[in-house]
């Protein structure tokens, strides 16, 4: 049996499964705080139940618990726990303000016990927040397929291996003779990252083309995380509904946004705040909401969750680059390991669907979030310029404001740029000139409405440019992408048809 929960409640249904376990509980993630789930696992271990638990090392948790979550810990380990810390770590922490010389590249999440087969995309902290989970209930094939990835992850990382942690070292050392790639980067200097970092893996050892199968991958060693994903959206007809607790990765937003040009409803639930890439992340936004790609936020969002008409992706993958994973040069790939559980059951997908939409009809326009954030700025723009208080009504009000015309000008901006591409095809070529762009420009006026021959050509005196416009207009005409009627230039409707405009503007 198999269930799907996208909701606030996930540890608390989660920890409803760890107490039905009978034999073994075998938990790989991220993070443990949360004092019941201890409390259930000190209870399991007086009952004779086997736990086994994958995480990272201690100094990985927050200064202001960490005495408290090692205590607890400790004790279970006292009653008979076998705790695994994967002290490995990928990439270049120069890149990021957060958590430097204190953070570890394993942020997979899955549970297995002797009755259940568990994804998620929850830690187990004390925090209530919104995530997902699918349960695999009393499925055999599943929890043997997940324990064989939890063995992966101690061949991996943990067991001893001629003197390292795990297989991950040989595994890459029999693919390139480059000790470079376990340098400790500069700004790490303890003794523990010395021996556990890797700069980045080999290509060929993350697979780039994978079949997608309703089973748990561990990227990037079963396939790239970046990839996966992209071509499992691709594969969607109807829609892609996603939810990530962080959303700061341009590539991935580009390839989000021509999807919706193939005319995919696409729809995020994201945090709307970043520790390192802020201004990125609202100009990507922005960029996102000009092409309707509907983004919505909702406080202490956590899950990562991708739902199509095809398919279910219950995941650890944050859209930043790290998660997602990255080609450093063609022969090097960069990611933390992540786990993704896909499932197509054509139940659980009607289920997941109707959960997500419950909860992004209810969530935040994340436009008002964005225009929050420049109420300040208003402020101080009437204040220094103009000698003016104003009212809080009055900065929520102006921002709003502004935050839709910027909007407008991301779709200004895109609108050209589809017409000048469909123009292209229509010119079998793929090298803009000048008279294409104006042509384009043209092309765009007249798709709002009509023109007279004086209203062109005031509209293309702003460029400050010398423009024949007859001569362009004649083009047009001659390609009969535009009709005059008296005096004035409309669009040919064949035109917006046959370019697939009519639908993406």
């Known amino acids: ?68 979550v090692t205590s607890l810990f400790q004790n279970v380990e006292r009653n008979g726990a076998r705790l695994y810390f994967c002290k490995w770590n990928v ?29 998620l995309s929850a830690n187990f902290t004390q925090a209530e927040e919104l995530d997902a989970t699918i349960i695999f209930k009393n499925e055999t094939d599943k929890i043997e397929e997940y324990n064989r990835k939890f ?38 200097e303890t003794e523990t990252h010395r021996k556990h970092w890797i700069r980045h893996y080999p290509s060929s050892l993350c697979p780039v083309d994978i079949p997608i199968e309703d089973k748990l991958y561990l990227a990037p060693f079963d396939c790239r995380g970046r990839n996966f994903l992209m071509s499992l959206i691709s594969e969607a007809s109807e829609f892609a ?18 999807m919706r040009l193939k005319g995919l409803d696409i729809r995020v639930l994201s945090g709307a705040t970043s520790m390192d890439f802020q201004d990125r992340m ?49 022969r090097y790939w960069r990611e933390n390991t992540e786990s993704i559980a896909v499932c197509s059951d054509p139940r659980i997908l009607r289920d997941a669907k109707a959960q997500y939409l419950g909860v992004y009809n209810e969530s935040i326009d994340i436009k008002n979030k964005l225009a929050e ?84 050509n005031e509209k293309l005196n702003l460029l400050n440019t010398e423009v024949d416009l007859r001569d362009l207009l004649t083009q047009l005409l001659d390609k009969n992408l535009i009709e005059k009627t008296d005096d004035f230039y409309k669009i040919k409707l064949d035109f917006l048809l046959g370019g697939g405009l009519i639908n993406e503007m």
């Open 373 to 456: 954030k420049i109420e300040g700025f208003v402020g101080n723009m009437l204040t220094s310029k103009f000698n003016l208080r104003s009212r809080q009504e009055v900065k929520t009000l102006f921002a709003r404001l502004i935050i839709r015309k910027e909007i407008e000008v991301e779709k200004f901006v895109f609108d050209v740029g589809k017409i000048t591409a469909a123009l292209m095809k229509v010119f079998n070529k793929n090298i803009v000139e000048r008279n294409d762009f104006l042509s384009a420009l043209i092309l765009y006026y007249l798709s709002e409405r009509k023109h007279d021959f004086n209203e062109l």
């Open 91 to 119: 990439g270049d922490p120069e890149r990021t303000n957060t958590a430097v010389g204190r953070w570890y590249s394993f942020h997979g999440k899955f549970i297995v016990t002797d009755k259940s087969a568990i994804a």
């Open 1 to 68: 049996m198999k269930t799907f929960e996208f909701s606030p409640n996930v540890i608390t249904t989660i920890i409803g499964e760890l107490r039905d376990a009978e034999e073994y509980i075998r938990i790989a993630l991220f993070q443990i705080h949360n004092r019941e789930v201890f409390n259930v696992l000190n209870n399991k271990l007086g009952e004779g139940v086997r736990v086994e638990i994958i995480t990272l090392p201690y100094d990985s948790i927050n200064q202001d618990i960490q005495a408290e």
């Open 151 to 188: 063995k992966e992850l101690i061949d991996l990382f943990i067991n001893e291996n001629s003197g390292h942690d795990g297989t991950i070292r040989q595994r890459i050392a029999d693919l390139e003779a480059n000790p470079s790639l376990f340098e400790l980067p500069r700004v790490i």
């Open 241 to 258: 509904y996603i939810s990530t607790e962080s959303f700061t990765d341009t590539e991935f937003s580009a390839f989000l946004i021509k």
């Open 282 to 330: 609202n100009n990507m936004l922005r960029e996102l909401l000009s092409q309707d790609i509907g983004i919505r936020t909702v406080e202490d969002i956590h899950a990562k969750l991708i739902i199509t008409d095809k398919r279910l992706v219950v995941s650890s993958v944050n859209l930043n680059k790290i998660n997602l994973g990255f080609s450093v040069t063609n």
